[in-house]
């Protein structure tokens, strides 16, 4: 495998290793520097495996972008705003309107799905999946929140975040 093509080991790093890292990452999603930086660790050696380049001299970074990796942060980003997503369309067999506010008024700049913020007072709950999220929600623009397919919500989000 070390030495093999670069689409077939970016396909390997794709099916075996990723899922690994991003298996229920919404529900652990580190929040500290340290462990962000632990996890992001994984995604640039796997940019090094694909490139095949494990000099000092090269910038993971950089490998990173030509190959249009996003970083793992981004993707669970995306992966977190796709959940709420689905919560707030009804797509889970789930009632979360125990957990889930929405904003009292209906303003231009607040989406119809527009949630109130958490006002957490102890830091574990604070990096929990609703309170670290909703914020980012908050700040969809009103059509992008209110697209109706989780599919088509998964582009359009990814594309207004600015990633590959």
Same mark, same amino acid.
């Given at each position: 495998?070390?030495? +093999?093509?670069?689409? !077939? $080991?970016? @396909?390997?790093?794709?099916?075996?290793?990723?899922? =690994?890292?991003?298996?229920?990452?919404?529900?652990?999603?580190?929040?500290?520097?340290?462990?962000?930086?632990?996890?992001?660790k994984?995604?640039?050696? +796997?940019a090094?495996? !694909? $490139?095949? @380049?494990?000099?000092?001299?090269?910038?993971?970074? =950089?490998?990173?972008?030509?190959?249009?990796?996003?970083t793992?942060?981004?993707?669970?980003?995306?992966?977190?705003?796709?959940?709420?997503?689905?919560?707030?369309?009804?797509?889970?067999?789930?009632?979360f309107?125990?957990i889930?506010q929405?904003?009292?008024?209906?303003t231009?700049?607040?989406?119809?799905?527009?949630?109130?913020?958490?006002?957490?007072?102890?830091?574990?709950?604070?990096n929990?999946?609703?309170p670290?999220?909703?914020?980012?929600?908050n700040?969809?623009?009103?059509?992008?929140?209110?697209?109706?397919?989780?599919?088509?919500?998964?582009k359009?989000?990814t594309?207004?975040?600015?990633?590959?």
């Amino acid at each position: 495998m070390q030495s +093999g093509p670069a689409h !077939v $080991k970016q @396909d390997a790093f794709n099916t075996y290793v990723r899922p =690994q890292v991003e298996y229920a990452s919404s529900v652990w999603n580190p929040s500290t520097a340290r462990n962000i930086k632990a996890v992001e660790k994984i995604n640039r050696g +796997g940019a090094r495996f !694909v $490139k095949g @380049d494990y000099s000092k001299r090269s910038s993971p970074t =950089q490998m990173l972008k030509s190959m249009k990796w996003n970083t793992l942060q981004d993707r669970r980003k995306v992966n977190n705003l796709c959940q709420i997503h689905k919560v707030s369309h009804d797509k889970f067999n789930v009632n979360f309107d125990h957990i889930l506010q929405p904003f009292a008024s209906n303003t231009r700049s607040h989406h119809r799905a527009y949630q109130n913020n958490f006002q957490p007072r102890v830091e574990a709950y604070k990096n929990s999946f609703f309170p670290r999220i909703v914020p980012d929600w908050n700040r969809l623009p009103p059509d992008l929140a209110d697209t109706k397919e989780p599919k088509n919500f998964r582009k359009d989000v990814t594309a207004h975040l600015k990633l590959h």
